[in-house]
């Protein structure tokens, strides 16, 4: 039963530019949740996509934006990138309405922004 | 908004247990977790307990939940040093499935 999975799992880019990072969920799950981990922090919660429609937001800007695919598999963009933007992407997967299932994650995008 | 806290560093001698805290504030707070995160790794799911609940047990892992206080431990019997890692809770409320983590505590086993 593969878990969460993750691509690529670094990736460097120059400021301005513009990155797509992707998410396949656990099977069986439906609900994909994006996160940012700077370095010595928490995860920060991005966005949750469900029925391929962004349910939830967090405190976060435009740039960041995402998709969901009818196979539950997800993206998130990021376009005009900055310096602040060097994190660790995780992906978490989930069932909606079922509270009592944890979010389960994948190891995560390393993104390093020059 | 939700807030949640965590010491940051915790250091043990091998064998011996180890207890880590959390608070956090939102009171409609309905699951709270704890994960692990080992050096350049994603979050490992440990342990998870309900609201309603004060105490679960899972194998070396005990979580106690103070819901008065919004005060949350784990506690690991026999600590190894393959349990060093970052130790972080969350908690999930009644709007979603959205969490809310803590700053994590960083646990180092000493042999």
């Known amino acids: 039963d593969a878990g969460v999975t993750q691509s690529p799992t670094h990736l460097i880019k120059t400021r301005g530019q513009q990155v797509t990072l992707r998410c396949s969920p656990k099977s069986g799950h439906d609900t994909v949740s994006w996160y940012q981990q700077a370095l010595g922090q928490g995860p920060q919660f991005i966005f949750q996509?469900?029925?391929?429609?962004?349910?939830q937001r967090g405190n976060f800007p435009d740039r960041f934006s995402g998709h969901q695919f009818p196979n539950y598999s997800s993206e998130l963009n990021v376009n005009a990138l900055l310096l602040g933007d060097s994190a660790l992407y995780l992906c978490a997967s989930s069932i909606m309405d079922r509270r009592s299932q944890p979010q389960h994650f994948g190891d995560g995008t390393r993104l390093s922004i020059l | 908004g939700e807030d949640v806290e965590q010491s940051l560093f915790l250091s043990v001698r091998e064998g011996d247990s180890s207890v880590i805290n959390c608070t956090y504030t939102?009171?409609?707070?309905?699951?709270l977790y704890w994960y692990k995160q080992e050096p350049g790794a994603g979050l490992q799911l440990l342990t998870y307990?309900?609201?309603?609940?004060d105490m679960k047990q899972d194998q070396r892992l005990t979580v106690l939940l103070n819901k008065k206080d919004k005060h949350l431990s784990l506690r690991i019997a026999d600590t190894q040093t393959g349990d060093s890692a970052i130790y972080f809770c969350?908690?999930?409320?009644?709007?979603?499935?959205?969490?809310?983590f803590g700053t994590g505590t960083s646990l180092t086993v000493i042999p």
């Open positions: 939102d009171s409609s707070s309905t699951y």
């Open positions: 307990i309900f609201s309603n609940m």
């Open positions: 996509y469900y029925e391929e429609e962004e349910r």
């Open positions: 969350a908690e999930s409320t009644n709007t979603g499935n959205q969490f809310y």
